[in-house]
T-cell receptor
């Protein structure tokens, strides 16, 4: 079945560490997105990518970085510059060219700073 | 900037009753309005969406209405069931038909359906 796989499901980070969250899709979708979810604040856009080797900052990109070397993959790195990284991170994809405008979400990664 | 407000933040209904969740958007150029359902520990799932050229859309027990003049849209769930209990998010985009579909989300509504 096609879908989006996020890993790991739970991740613990020590102060000062960089961590990378994985996002892989086999839907052949062109666009991919990273959102951060905090209680009471809904979903906020971190980065998005329209095509391979191209990505754009969202509303809260500071302290995060991404890459899009393959169409299927859009990893997110949470750097030590992100002062409050504890949150639920969601990856999504869509494909206007396939007339699939709604997002397909992964099951999320819960990141906790210890 | 673009903003989507969602109300109420929590909603409790009896099984069989109807539930209504309302959202207001700020960007008059918004042209696509999806609704997502998120169960505990999972990613959101698209349940229904509407484009700006349509005033209402229905899919079995759920429906969405759009008032472009007032810039608000609503989700209606009839004959609610316990499995409808979840967090519901509205969203808006001005990019429908474009290379990406950057969504601005509301803050979510926790719906509890009491048996």
């Amino acid at each position: 079945d096609g879908g989006i796989t996020q890993s790991p499901k739970y991740l613990f980070r020590k102060e000062g560490q960089n961590v990378t969250l994985s996002c892989e899709q086999n839907l052949n979708h062109d666009a991919m997105y990273w959102y951060r979810q905090d209680p009471g604040q809904g979903l906020r856009l971190i980065y998005y990518s329209q095509i391979v080797n191209d990505f754009q900052k969202g509303d809260i990109a500071e302290g995060y970085s991404v890459s899009r070397e393959k169409k299927e993959s859009f990893p997110l790195t949470v750097t030590s510059a992100q002062k409050n990284p504890t949150a639920f991170y969601l990856c999504a994809s869509s494909s206007p060219t396939q007339r699939s405008y709604g997002y397909t979400f992964g099951s999320g990664t819960r990141l906790t700073v210890v | 900037g673009e903003n989507v407000e969602q109300h109420p933040s929590t909603l409790s209904v009896q099984e069989g009753d109807s539930a209504v969740i309302k959202c207001t958007y700020s960007d008059s150029a918004s042209n696509y309005f999806p609704w997502y359902k998120q169960e505990l520990g999972k990613g959101p799932q698209l349940i229904i969406d509407i484009r700006s050229n349509v005033g209402e859309k229905k899919d079995q027990r759920i429906a969405v209405t759009l008032n472009k003049t007032a810039k608000h849209f609503s989700l209606h769930i009839t004959e609610t069931q316990p499995e409808d209990s979840a967090v519901y998010f509205c969203a808006a985009s001005r990019d429908y038909g474009g290379a990406t579909n950057k969504l601005i989300f509301g803050t979510g509504t926790l719906l509890a359906v009491q048996p």
